[in-house]
Every structure is written in structure tokens, then in C-alpha cells.
């Protein structure tokens, strides 16, 4: 399994194929309105309900929380595998469980904290969904600690927001199930930190209202699906108030209740009066923040804005959408013969009314990139700003026309509802490009604009969009220019993305395929190499992996097998020949010595070997003279006529401290990995900087 890159033979991994295609296939379809994606957002819905869990599931620990999904299930799965090959797929925190109280916790992660775990754990979630739970608010009243008396019974609670599976817990279930709650309440059945106040609306039907003083209780009764009414009940004016019981008895039922501003709890006492527990104030709707700074500088990754200017408070923008007065042009740049990596987008809205505009341009490195990606990006950044400037409810606006010189662009722009391609490039970019133009409150319009007129034409006789045209390739050029020379780059982390796929830390912006090989065969070749003893865990990153692949590219197949065959010490020689046929002396047959390793192929001291020897090496120093510092093919030559009887370091007669260095990193991979092709990184670098000593190209 182990891939080209590190010495293998590239055959293929059958599990890491099948997580491309699962993550591929969300990709193409999650957050774009098809059948396809209303079906993988229900079962992921009902996967979410099951397990209980908050968070990003697939950043969470299979090994223990895996026991909660259903086996054979698709998302298990997927889960199962981004856990084994250690590849996270990150969704929006929209599509995350949400804390329904300030301090709250999904129930399960509260008892796995509690200790538990496997089989017991699987049945606390049958309980748990047979009860229609999912956060610890839901153990609670309002006063958000005292436990609600409905939970130590095997009565189903209700749910307006989840179907939950259905469930039938054995008694055994059911005394897990209470002795788990007592052990997670401390005495006395509350929890050991309260829970503040309500953020989002409760799932759960509530029953009892009260009005701000306090003064009536409301019993909301619910008739079928949609008619309802109210119990009303008073302070019972013939029993006395105490500091913190009052009764109240039911007094009329209406059709509509009081004015609530608060949940609240009661205990009975009969069947017409009631004392009040403990009451929480509902959540408060935030009011949509309209400024467009404000909303620009909320959004996730604001290195993204660090080289946008705007004339004044950028209210012009939201007036000019309204009026349709605005002239948007992007370009893209990308200059390979500077930096393969790195590209760049430059922009700018002007309004023809009022004269007014805004610019800018990001630079981004990504280990796929291009032209293409350039201006993709510079799609993202418009659809942003106008989003930012277009949060006014009920704003009513003209058609946005939006103009750039790439005609995928154009296309993708034109259909944002069309789901993604097989082999899609740059589909991380193209996915949020396109999810951001459907969620936008306006309606973009993309059409294509010629490049470069100033090359043909005066600047007097370009028309108002040729010359921003222009402009905005300047600036993308320029920015591209100063962050290759600073190594600068904005972070590549898109406000709103649905989707993410992230490898260490970082997110993976080239080809699935590519980028799942290279980590999982850089992390299976370096545990591989460790136990072998070939090059040690803490040395793998020094080898000049990049250059292996190509040299291994331009091998013939066979000559790739023998040299996979001879690091996996599978080579030909007496010792293993002598497991196929038993009247192979286990000798070597140049020497003479016994027990011939397959290490012993290039340390033989036979005559005939080491004459072999010393011609392979003046062929490669003849090489190394037209490309390499003449100290370091000295040391070079001299290392390997040692046949690994002395360091390289100890070959460093002269010479600067960078030929040391090369030395002693070249000692931690060892001879067997020079010969081999497990060359250090430090060799190329050398090689390089001695070129451009003697002015070479």
C-alpha cells in the first residue's frame, strides 16, 4: 500500500479510495438544493439525533463514541474512516446541535465524562432517545439545575425540532438510566453548575407561562395540530405568601394567553391549585446588525480584508445594489515562473453616481493553484462585500451584474444551484463561490469582459469596465508580487464554507486524491520506516521525499519493484533464496560470509564488488561536478568508498558550517538511505545555492 513517493509500490488503498469518494461525493452535493442533497441533510439530521453529540462529530473520538451510530450506516462510516486515516471533514457550525441554554452539554458527554462507556453507554442513548433528549437542559427546570421530576420515570417526553428513532429500553436500560442521572446530579438532585439562560428557543413543548411580575400563570393546552388555549391561574388570595412560594388556583381558560416574557416550572398540589418553582426568561431575538463594516469585520478570517479600502462607510454600496449604479469588475493573477503556489485576486465595486470605490486584493498559496483558482477567488471576495452590505431587511435590489475575463466563472456564477463535477478543481473555492451567490439576499448576474484592451487600445477609447478591468489586474499583480517577496499569504479559510476538509491543521484546497495519498502514505511509510529501523520517526521529515518521486517516475516498473523488494529486504539474495529452495547456501557468494543480509549487497569487501563499487561512484561524482560544490562531491566520494565504515561528518575536511550540517543530517538517515535514494533535503539546497554562486540557470 505504500505509494511511489516513499519507495512503494503505489498499489492502491482501498479504504482511503473509499473515503475520496464519500468526501467527494459531499462536496459535489451538501448545501446545493437537489434531491440528492435533501437526502444526505436528513440522514445526517437523524445520525446527529442519534448519537446526541455537539460539536463536529467527525472531529470526535470514534474509539469511544462510535458505539452511539447505528452500524452500517453511511455517516458511521465515514466517521470510522476520517478517524482511522486521521482526515477531518469539518461542517458549519449551522449544522452543528446547538446549546439551548448558556453553560449547556449534550447528556452523553456528560456521562462519558462520568465515566462511562461501550455497552453501558449504548444503553444510557437508548433511554435517551426513547425520551426524546439530547442536552443536559433537558434534566432540568427552570431555574436550569434542579432536576426535573419527569426524568427518573419511562414517560416519553416530547420534541418540536427532532424525530427521534424509535426505542424500547428493558428495565435494565431504565436502571442504568437512574442511577446514571443520580450520579451526574450532585445531593439533593441538581446539578453540579447551573445552567445561566436560555439562547435559542427550546425544543421541548413548554406547558407554563408567566407575565414579567409574576402575577399569572398560563397553561398552554394544545387541541390536534393547531388549536390551543390557556389555563390561567392567580395568587391564591386565600392562602398566605411566603418570600418564595406563592399559590396560585386556576381561575378562567381563554383563548390566548398573557403576555409571556418567562418559562416556568410548578409543582401541583391538587387539581386547580399550583405553586410556582422557578421561572426563566425567554431568549431575546437579536436585531440584525445593518452596518457594513460591522458586518464585514464579524466574519470568520479577516486577513482576508487586510488590503480592502472603501470610501467612506460603505453605505454607497447598499444604495447602488438598490439603484443598480454599480460597476464590479475582478481579475485574477498568477504567475508560475515566480511561484507555482501562489495566485491572487484583485477587485473593485465603483458606483457611477456618486463616484465612490472600493478595492482590494488577497494573495493565497495553496499546493493546487492556478489562474483559474485566482479568479474563483476573487468571486468569493465580491459576494462577501455585498453580503456584507446588503443585510437591511426587507431591502428590495436590482439585478447585480458583475463582470471578469474567465468564462467558467461566468458559468459557475450563472448556475450556483448546479452541483459540482467528478474531478472538480479547486471544488473547495468553487463550492463556497457558488454557495455564497445562492444564499445572497440579491440576484448576480456574471458576464464576461475582455482582458489586456490596454495592449490594443488608448486609454481614451477604453470603455468604463475595460478600464477597471485593467486596474484590478494591477493590483492583483502587484499584491502577488509583494507577498511572494514578504511570504505573506491570506489564510485560505472562506467565511460561511458548508464544507471543509482539513489534514493537520490545515485545509486541503488540491486534489482529494492527491493530498489523501501523500499524508496517509507520509504517515504509513513513517511508522513503517521507524519499526524497520530503516530511518528513524524523528528524522523522516529530513529526506527529500519530492525528489524520490520523480526519480522513482522515470524508472521503469520493474526497476520500482526491485527497489521496493530491496528496502523491504526481499532482494535475491542466498538468505532469502534459501527459504524457496533449501540447497541454496545461506552465503554470500562474492566473500564467502555467512548469513547474507540484504545490507550486506553494498558492504561486501570482495574484490570484484568493490571494484563495482568504486565505478558506480566515479560515474556519479562526474555527475555531481558540473552541479555541485567541489567540497561536497569530495565528501560525497569519500562517504561512500567507506562502504559506512566512517560518518560523513568525519568526511568534512573544509568547508563552511552548511557542509557540516548536510553532514550530520545526512548521519541520522544513515548510508543504507543515501544509497537508496533517501537523500537529504540539505543536498538540494546546497545545490541550489551554489548554483546561483556560479550564476547558473
Not at 469539518?90 to 455497552?119: C, N, R
Not at 387541541?223 to 392562602?239: A, L
Not at 477587485?347 to 495553496?366: N, P
Not at 471576495?381 to 446588503?390: E, N, V, Y
Amino acid at each position: 500500500m505504500l505509494p511511489e513517493t516513499f519507495g512503494g509500490l503505489g498499489l492502491p488503498d482501498f479504504v482511503l479510495t473509499c473515503f475520496v469518494s464519500k468526501v467527494f461525493f459531499m462536496q459535489c452535493n451538501w448545501g446545493f438544493a437537489d434531491a440528492t442533497e435533501y437526502l444526505m441533510t436528513h440522514a445526517y439530521e437523524a445520525f446527529l439525533t442519534e448519537v446526541g453529540l455537539y460539536g463536529n462529530i467527525f472531529s470526535l473520538k470514534f474509539k469511544l463514541l462510535g458505539i452511539l451510530a447505528t452500524d452500517g450506516t453511511w455517516f458511521k462510516h465515514f466517521w470510522l474512516i476520517s478517524w482511522h486515516l486521521k482526515i477531518r471533514v469539518e461542517l458549519h457550525k449551522k449544522y452543528h446541535l446547538q446549546p439551548v441554554w448558556d453553560g449547556d452539554k449534550s447528556i452523553m458527554t456528560t456521562f462519558v465524562e462520568a465515566g462511562y462507556g461501550d455497552s453501558q453507554l449504548r444503553q444510557l442513548n437508548t433511554v435517551q432517545k426513547f425520551k426524546n433528549m439530547i442536552h443536559l437542559s433537558d434534566l432540568v427546570v427552570c431555574d436550569g439545575n434542579s432536576l426535573d421530576g419527569q426524568v427518573l420515570t419511562d414517560k416519553r417526553e416530547c420534541s418540536r425540532l427532532h424525530t427521534f428513532p424509535v426505542e424500547f429500553p428493558t428495565r435494565a436500560d431504565f436502571k442504568l438510566w437512574y442511577k446514571a442521572i443520580r450520579i451526574i446530579m450532585l445531593s439533593g438532585l441538581r446539578l453540579p453548575t447551573s445552567l445561566r439562560k436560555f439562547l435559542i428557543t427550546t425544543y421541548r413543548p413548554m406547558e407554563w407561562y408567566t407575565n414579567k411580575d409574576c402575577s399569572v400563570l398560563a397553561c398552554r393546552r394544545t387541541r390536534g395540530t393547531t388549536g390551543h388555549w390557556y389555563d390561567m391561574y392567580n395568587i391564591d388570595p386565600s392562602t398566605p405568601c411566603t418570600r418564595h412560594v406563592s399559590q396560585f388556583v386556576w381561575s378562567w381558560t381563554a383563548w390566548t394567553g398573557p403576555t409571556q416574557t418567562s418559562y416556568a416550572s410548578i409543582q401541583k398540589i391538587d387539581q386547580k391549585r399550583i405553586t410556582l418553582h422557578s421561572t426563566a426568561t425567554m431568549p431575546i431575538i437579536v436585531p440584525i446588525e445593518t452596518d457594513f463594516w460591522t458586518v464585514l469585520h464579524s466574519f470568520e478570517n479577516q486577513s482576508l480584508w487586510e488590503n480592502f479600502v472603501c470610501d467612506g462607510d460603505g453605505s454607497w454600496i447598499h444604495q447602488g445594489m438598490q439603484r443598480g449604479l454599480l460597476t464590479i469588475v475582478h481579475d485574477g493573477s498568477y504567475m508560475k515562473d515566480l511561484n507555482k503556489n501562489v495566485c491572487s485576486a484583485g477587485f473593485m465595486i465603483f458606483c457611477s453616481h456618486i463616484k465612490c470605490q472600493a478595492k482590494g486584493a488577497v494573495t493565497e498559496w495553496s499546493e493546487n493553484t492556478d489562474n483559474y483558482r485566482a479568479e474563483k477567488l476573487c468571486g468569493v471576495l465580491i459576494q462577501l462585500i455585498l453580503w456584507a452590505a446588503s443585510q437591511t431587511p426587507n431591502s428590495v435590489y436590482e439585478p447585480v451584474e458583475i463582470e471578469c475575463d474567465n468564462q467558467g466563472v461566468v458559468t459557475h456564477g450563472n448556475t450556483p444551484m448546479r452541483a459540482l463535477q467528478v474531478k472538480q478543481q479547486h471544488a473547495d473555492i468553487l463550492r463556497s463561490f457558488k454557495q455564497l451567490v445562492m444564499e445572497n439576499t440579491f440576484h448576480s448576474g456574471f458576464k464576461w469582459v475582455a482582458s489586456h484592451q490596454d495592449n490594443t487600445k488608448k486609454w481614451k477609447y477604453l470603455t468604463l469596465k475595460e478600464r477597471v478591468n485593467v486596474l484590478v489586474d494591477d493590483l492583483a499583480k502587484k499584491a502577488l508580487i509583494e507577498a511572494v517577496a514578504s511570504r505573506k499569504y491570506t489564510d485560505n479559510r472562506f467565511p460561511f464554507e458548508n464544507l471543509r476538509v482539513v489534514i493537520e491543521g490545515k485545509k486541503v484546497t488540491g486534489p482529494l486524491q492527491l493530498s489523501f495519498e501523500h499524508f496517509w502514505g507520509y504517515k504509513v511509510a513513517q511508522e513503517l520506516f521507524d519499526n524497520r529501523r530503516v530511518v528513524n520517526k524523528e528524522d523522516f521529515h529530513l529526506v527529500h521525499w519530492a525528489g524520490l518521486e520523480q526519480a522513482m517516475g522515470s524508472f521503469p516498473k520493474m526497476y520500482m519493484v526491485w527497489l521496493t523488494k530491496h528496502t523491504a529486504e526481499c532482494c535475491g539474495t542466498n538468505k532469502q533464496m534459501q527459504y524457496w529452495d533449501p540447497t541454496v547456501k545461506h552465503v554470500c557468494p562474492s566473500c564467502g560470509q555467512r548469513d547474507e543480509p540484504m545490507t550486506h549487497i553494498t558492504r561486501c569487501r570482495d574484490k570484484g564488488r568493490k571494484e563495482t563499487l568504486r565505478q558506480s561512484v566515479e560515474e556519479l561524482v562526474d555527475w555531481m561536478m558540473d552541479c555541485s560544490d567541489p567540497d561536497l562531491v569530495d565528501i560525497v566520494e569519500e562517504y561512500l568508498l567507506a562502504q559506512d565504515s566512517k560518518l560523513m561528518i568525519d568526511c568534512v575536511h573544509q568547508g563552511d558550517s552548511k557542509l557540516h550540517h548536510l553532514a550530520f543530517s545526512q548521519d541520522q538517515l544513515g548510508w543504507d538511505s543515501l544509497l537508496e535514494g533517501r537523500v537529504c533535503s540539505l543536498f538540494i539546497e546546497q545545490a541550489k545555492d551554489y548554483l546561483k554562486a556560479v550564476g547558473s540557470t
